[in-house]
């Protein structure tokens, strides 16, 4: 029954369960900051009535959206294939807010798609309304899921980690949209794009006051960390630099220094649950892990795929890059 | 917190008509049911548009630019339905089956995984590519881009069989206890993905998706030659997916045939129910099954059944040449799947694969006596024909997966002891509504899109509203009043 190829009772390496957290979470941050801008570019066509204007955020989403949308189907599986019990757990414990964020991804999906395949008013506006509706509760109940991870059933945290994500994501879409549209367009994004890193860094401290008063999920003393003071300090710092970068039209690094605050906010999530992986029920990364012969072969199979991917994402990012030349969503 | 207290609450009251386990295995069969449409029409179109655009670099001929061009988009439509029906699929193993999802994890959650890394992100990249990047990427990248798409389909097909075909004959593990529970530990990786049910699958899978395609091409082409007789493009692809039906649907019968004896080997229960053979023992072949009564719908016993069958032929097929070959029957068993629906979902796909190889073997015909087009009964025939693939596929997938019940992992699991057991009747009952509300919604609009698309190139070919017969039947895409 042994397999001459990989070791069966062994982790390929002693920290391969920390590496897999790792991954994990490297994916949810992937999902979090690319899909996150595409749920930016959805809000923000809300304030658009111009049809070209609203052609252009399309033509900006069309090629890159559904690639962003499988880092959470990456991020869904690789837990399950190294972490199955945090999978089933956090996914049943929290029925409604899982499916209504599928859902919430299926009108976001479905919106552009099926808006090009007619010219009707009442059609346009019908798939814009899912498109919007879909780009605003995807995040936020994502960000509820979230926050019910790390915090149990504390009502306020897990609302504000929900709010948290639709506030960053907006300052992601912004910037995204800033590099690709023409400077008087440009400008107007950037007023949301300050108005919602402020918002975003205002959420985040008012959530890291609540959890040290309440000590929701017993949350407070690792909120207090050293780890979380200097991520929450760098984003604000990267908020408040990147909005400086706005108003001088660096709109490129104004996009890279927005893209650092989900990845930050990332990283918080991995720091407030490690060691454990599963709050609610106190289990540890090295508890819930599966066994080493299967840890080792999706580590095996699995990393040089996902190098792979990065690959993948640089090429196609590259064949879009530049700003939109006019073009609709339908290409 | 709040809804959900909330919903708890009048719990009582909803779980009276819909147990959490009824609705969750509702939900599953109905959403996979609608996701197993579009992803196998990525699968079985994949051929179609690596082939169109292939010709189109090569010969530049302008017909079949019009075809990569039309079939990418219905590709397109069914990639991002095939998306959105696929994300909730990812994650209905852990909201209703978490039990499932922990016992089988490390046996399944790798494959699950290879699938969203290896295929999904292949597609979905190369996709963009395809759709947007024409005047972007030279000619040589956009067409490694569309070869990409239609391998990352047939890739994501094997990951996502191997897991299939592991429940239905799983093996490459032991139980071990952690964290309190009998959960299955991976021993043998090679063992564990490369079950005796998968190849069958796999190869049975990917032909009925090629078949299904075919028949949907076939359909369309059919039915605007109908109206423009002189189009190139439209007869390329009017012969080139009657050839693709010539060559799968014969394979498919006889293949089926085969992967019948595979089941009665390794699930016997599921070949009886797909046989209502309830009695251990001589089994007799029942090539076509009326019911006599109403009750013969729901219990398809001999003795309700009108049947054309042939004695003894189902031991001899099942054990491959015995004619006395004893076959287990039901009554051995102490729960059984629900004999009806496999019984009559069994049938109904096999009576279509005939159907399918009549059509082929009509079409080689017309096609040797020298053209498709001149016989318009074949055209109506073949749009009518259009939606029945995917009704076979569907029905095999019922047999498949119903006749494995009352268990989620065969001999392992029981569905009843995977579902979650803090998910209230009111939360799936909710769900269960929610979406079959949506995918109707969403399947509506895929055909009110297929319909359009054609209405859309019949007008680029010329053909004026109210041009030509008008159609009567029952396809939906098919405009009747214009």
Do not use: C
């Not at chain 1, 959890?211 to 604000?236: K, N």
């Not at chain 2, 548009?49 to 670099?57: A, E, G, H, M, S």
């Not at chain 2, 040589?140 to 994501?156: P, Q």
């Not at chain 2, 074949?378 to 076979?392: D, E, R, T, V, W």
């Amino acid at each position: 029954m042994t397999d001459p190829l990989l070791p069966v009772d062994a982790y390929l390496v002693e920290s391969l369960p920390e590496i897999w957290f790792g991954a994990v979470l490297f994916a949810l941050g992937m999902y979090v900051v690319l899909d996150g801008f595409d749920f930016g570019i959805g809000m923000l066509y809300a304030t658009r009535t111009d049809e070209r204007e609203r052609e252009t955020f399309l033509a900006a989403f069309g090629p890159v959206w559904d690639a962003n949308e499988v880092w959470v189907v990456a991020f869904g599986t690789m837990l399950l294939a190294a972490f199955p019990r945090v999978y089933s757990r956090l996914l049943a414990d929290n029925y409604l807010l899982a499916l209504g964020f599928v859902l919430a991804l299926v009108f976001r999906g479905l919106g552009p798609e099926l808006r090009e395949q007619r010219d009707d008013e009442r059609w346009k506006r019908y798939t814009d309304y899912a498109f919007i509706g879909g780009s605003v509760f995807a995040p936020l109940l994502l960000g509820m899921l979230a926050g019910r991870w790390l915090f149990g059933g504390a009502t306020l945290p897990v609302a504000l980690t929900g709010v948290a994500l639709v506030a960053v994501s907006i300052v992601t879409g912004a910037a995204f949209l800033a590099t690709k549209t023409e400077p008087g367009l440009a400008s107007e994004l950037r007023a949301y794009g300050i108005g919602a890193t402020l918002a975003y860094l205002g959420g985040v401290v008012v959530l890291l006051g609540t959890v040290v008063l309440t000590d929701a999920g017993g949350a407070a003393d690792a909120m207090l960390s050293l780890p979380v003071a200097a991520v929450v300090a760098l984003s604000v710092a990267v908020g408040l630099g990147g909005s400086g970068l706005a108003r001088r039209g660096r709109y490129r690094a104004w996009l890279a220094s927005a893209l650092a605050l989900p990845t930050l906010l990332t990283i918080m999530v991995a720091i407030l649950l490690y060691p454990t992986i599963y709050p609610p029920t106190g289990l540890l990364v090295r508890e819930a892990v599966v066994s080493p012969l299967a840890l080792n072969l999706v580590t095996v199979l699995g990393f040089p795929v996902l190098l792979l991917v990065l690959w993948y994402f640089k090429f196609l990012y590259g064949v879009f890059s530049g700003p939109i030349e006019g073009e609709g969503y339908g290409g | 917190m709040g809804p959900i207290t909330l919903l708890s609450a009048v719990d009582p009251v909803w779980a009276t008509f819909l147990s959490p386990e009824l609705a969750s295995r509702m939900q599953f069969g109905w959403t996979i049911s609608v996701h197993i449409i579009f992803a196998s029409l990525s699968i079985g179109l994949a051929p179609f548009i690596i082939y169109f655009t292939w010709k189109d670099v090569r010969t530049n001929e302008q017909r079949y630019a019009r075809l990569r061009s039309f079939w990418v988009k219905v590709f397109a439509a069914g990639f991002v339905m095939g998306t959105v029906t696929g994300i909730p699929m990812s994650f209905q193993f852990g909201t209703n089956f978490p039990q499932f999802a922990e016992v089988s994890g490390e046996l399944i959650g790798g494959p699950l995984a290879f699938e969203a890394k290896m295929a999904f992100f292949l597609e979905a990249v190369f996709l963009g590519v395809l759709l947007y990047g024409r005047d972007r990427v030279e000619d040589r990248t956009y067409l490694i881009s569309s070869v990409l798409v239609g391998f990352g389909a047939w890739l994501s097909g094997f990951w996502i069989l191997i897991v299939n075909a592991w429940m239905q004959t799983p093996r490459g593990y032991e139980m071990v206890t952690r964290n309190g529970m009998e959960v299955a530990k991976l021993t043998d990786p090679f063992a564990a993905f490369l079950t005796p049910r998968m190849p069958w699958m796999y190869v049975h899978m990917m032909n009925a998706s090629v078949l299904a395609v075919a028949l949907l091409v076939a359909g369309v082409s059919a039915y605007i030659v109908w109206k423009k007789p002189d189009t190139e493009a439209w007869n390329t692809a009017l012969k080139l997916a009657v050839v693709l039906l010539i060559i799968s649907a014969p394979f498919q019968a006889v293949h089926g045939d085969a992967y019948g004896r595979h089941v009665e080997d390794t699930q016997p229960q599921k070949f009886a129910a797909m046989e209502a053979h309830y009695e251990t023992g001589q089994a007799d072949l029942h090539l076509l099954a009326f019911p006599k009564s109403p009750e013969a719908l729901t219990d398809p016993r001999a003795e309700n059944l009108v049947t054309v069958s042939l004695p003894a032929v189902g031991s001899f097929l099942a054990s491959g040449g015995d004619f006395d070959a004893e076959v287990i029957g039901l009554n051995e068993y102490e729960e059984n799947p629900p004999v009806a629906l496999v019984f009559w979902s069994f049938r109904f796909m096999v009576g279509l694969g005939f159907l399918f190889i009549g059509l082929a073997l009509w079409g080689g015909f017309l096609t040797y006596r020298g053209g498709l087009a001149d016989s318009t009964r074949y055209l109506k025939a073949m749009i009518a024909a259009s939606p029945f693939g995917y009704a076979a596929l569907l029905t095999g997938w019922y047999v498949t997966e119903i006749g494995r019940q009352p268990w989620v992992i065969q001999g392992e699991l029981k569905t009843s002891e995977a579902v979650s057991s803090t998910l209230t009747g009111a939360e799936a009952t909710l769900t269960l509504v929610g979406f079959v509300v949506l995918y109707i919604g969403l399947m509506l609009t895929a055909l009110y899109i297929l319909k359009w698309l054609v209405r859309e190139e019949l007008r680029s070919l010329g053909v004026r509203e109210s041009n030509g017969g008008r159609w009567h039947g029952p396809i939906p895409w098919v405009s009747s009043d214009d």
